[in-house]
């Protein structure tokens, strides 16, 4: 059983040290142990610590792409070198390292294929009222979004099996940390939530530059992620609130016109009414277009998943490793 961790960074040739210094070297039930670190287009001296450090794998970006593609870069890395367990962590070393066992120990259990480390929010000292109000807040959408039960959705400390990195997909640029869980959620991936601790603060946020620009992408991010996964739902409802302000419209018409005994005057509602009908109806039939595009997104990710495995298992066979 191998396990790689594998640590995004931009400019963090201060602190990586720290974080990788925290890492385990051994785990009970993990054989062997690698280090693996996603070089995003960093400006300072964040790969030479990294190989004075003794880093076993480098990814480098010549320019900075952001932490979701770094995220997948990392993950693609970590397969293609044979880890059957994959661990996501920081390099501000604001997870505690040693809870790298609390991750890993209900995959190798069997009882989930992602596990996601669940922060104290409420009492990290650097995380003001508002920041910890936003955090639950954007943890109970996503646990909507993606009918799960995981406590803290923004937690970038996470462990997945190898049968979950390969399904993995993530089509913002922004992060990976939402989308994957409502990706996750529905399509049925066991995923649970294990409390960990947190380190006092040792840089300022570089995903969170703004509290109302962090706000905007995650919103964006979910309502897109739940489109893609739900789109019959999404656009349903949508569809259904239209029409059914058309039908209150109408109803409100037929009320004057009986009451009165002509409907002058309340031709603009009649007008309006017939506009939500329309926009409603077209709605659901965007939403059938979408759900039928969906379904053939699953088949497009089945495959997608074979083909991962013949590529990796062919550069493991290339290096003489034993197949996955």
């Not at 039908?247 to 309340?266: D, E, K, N, P």
């Amino acid at each position: 059983m191998k396990l790689i961790i594998q640590i995004p960074c931009y400019n963090e040739a201060q602190t990586l040290t720290v974080a990788l210094d925290a890492l385990p070297r051994s785990i009970e039930g993990i054989d062997k142990i690698e280090y693996l670190i996603i070089n995003d287009g960093s400006r300072d001296a964040t790969v030479q610590v990294a190989r004075d450090w003794g880093v076993t794998y480098i990814v480098n970006f010549k320019q900075n792409k952001g932490l979701a593609k770094g995220f997948m870069a990392g993950i693609d890395a970590c397969l293609r070198n044979g880890a059957d367990l994959i661990v996501n962590t920081d390099a501000d070393n604001q997870y505690c390292g040693e809870d790298i066992q609390k991750l890993v120990t209900p995959i190798l259990r069997g009882e989930a294929d992602i596990v996601i480390g669940e922060r104290p929010i409420d009492a990290i000292d650097h995380f003001s009222p508002l920041k910890k109000k936003l955090q639950h807040f954007g943890s109970y959408i996503v646990r909507r979004a993606s009918r799960t039960e995981v406590a803290d959705a923004p937690s970038g400390f996470r462990a997945y099996s190898r049968e979950a990195a390969l399904s993995l997909n993530v089509i913002n640029n922004y992060t990976y940390t939402l989308e994957t869980i409502v990706q996750a959620g529905n399509s049925r991936v066991p995923i649970r939530s294990v409390p960990v601790r947190t380190n006092p603060e040792l840089r300022q946020s570089r995903l969170m530059s703004s509290m109302l620009g962090y706000v905007k992408r995650s919103i964006v991010t979910i309502l897109r992620s739940f489109m893609m996964y739900n789109p019959l739902k999404f656009f349903g409802v949508i569809g259904g609130v239209l029409f059914g302000a058309g039908v209150l419209l109408g109803i409100r018409f037929l009320v004057y016109l009986i009451a009165t005994g002509s409907g002058a005057g309340h031709i603009q509602s009649l007008i309006l009414m017939s506009v939500l009908l329309l926009m409603g109806v077209l709605t659901w039939v965007v939403g059938m277009l979408a759900d039928i595009t969906a379904a053939n997104r699953k088949i497009l990710e089945d495959i997608q998943v074979r083909v991962r495995k013949l590529d990796y298992n062919e550069d493991l066979a290339a290096r003489g490793a034993p197949r996955k």
